[in-house]
Every structure is written in structure tokens, then in C-alpha cells.
């Protein structure tokens, strides 16, 4: 499965982004996808995540900011970020669990400033 990201960018604290997830295969597919990040020195951690049915999940850290959606028409997952805050910033990577495999999108830099 090849995974494109885009939206990523430079923002000011408070301030919104939507990163986009676009996938190379039907998405109905898919048995979950969302995205990680990863600050520098720091281990990736989960930041959302959408399973075939509809079910989400949040890491603690953005619950209530952050959104995620996905448009089956487009094999595309999306991530609204509000309220963005410094600690947000890291590179994001959008993955894709389909059975028994995960597939890594190259990251996207997300970059909020105080």
C-alpha cells in the first residue's frame, strides 16, 4: 500500500491544520489507519487512529483538538488539528494496518511556533 501525506506546515500556536492521507488501495479494505508522530528525541506516539467501522481513537495529548475522518470515495483519511499548541510539533506519518501488514507514509513536518 503506497501512502501520500500532504498539509503539513508551519503555524502558530492556537492555530489549525488538516493533513491529508492519501492511499494507493480501497480503504474499505483496511482494517485501520491514522497517523503517529514523532518529536526529535522522542519516541513516535499514537495520535489517532480510525478502524473500518468507524471507531476512533485518540492519544491523550490531543483528544478534543484533533479530528479524524476519512472519505472512502476518495481512499483518503484526514486529520483536523485545532488549537495547536508547541508540543504538537513533530513529523507526522499516516499508516495503514490491512492484514497482516503495516504501511508508513514518508511524514509530513508539522511546525507550530510559540
Known amino acids: 500500500v503506497q501512502l501520500v501525506e500532504s498539509g503539513g506546515g508551519l503555524v502558530q500556536a492556537g492555530g489549525s491544520l488538516r493533513l491529508s492521507c492519501a492511499a494507493s488501495?480501497?480503504?474499505?479494505?483496511?482494517?485501520?489507519m491514522g497517523w503517529y508522530r514523532q518529536a526529535p528525541g522522542k519516541q513516535r506516539e499514537l495520535v489517532a487512529t480510525?478502524?473500518?467501522?468507524?471507531?476512533?481513537n485518540y492519544g491523550d495529548s490531543v483528544k478534543g483538538r484533533f479530528t479524524i475522518s476519512r472519505d472512502n470515495a476518495k481512499n483518503t483519511v484526514y486529520l483536523q488539528m485545532n488549537s495547536l499548541k508547541p508540543e504538537d510539533t513533530a513529523v507526522y506519518y499516516c499508516?495503514?494496518?490491512?492484514?497482516?501488514?503495516?504501511?508508513w507514509g514518508q511524514g509530513t513536518q508539522v511546525t507550530v511556533s510559540s
Open positions: 480510525i478502524t473500518t467501522g468507524g471507531s476512533t
Open positions: 488501495v480501497s480503504i474499505r479494505s483496511i482494517n485501520a
Open positions: 499508516y495503514v494496518y490491512r492484514w497482516p501488514s503495516t504501511s
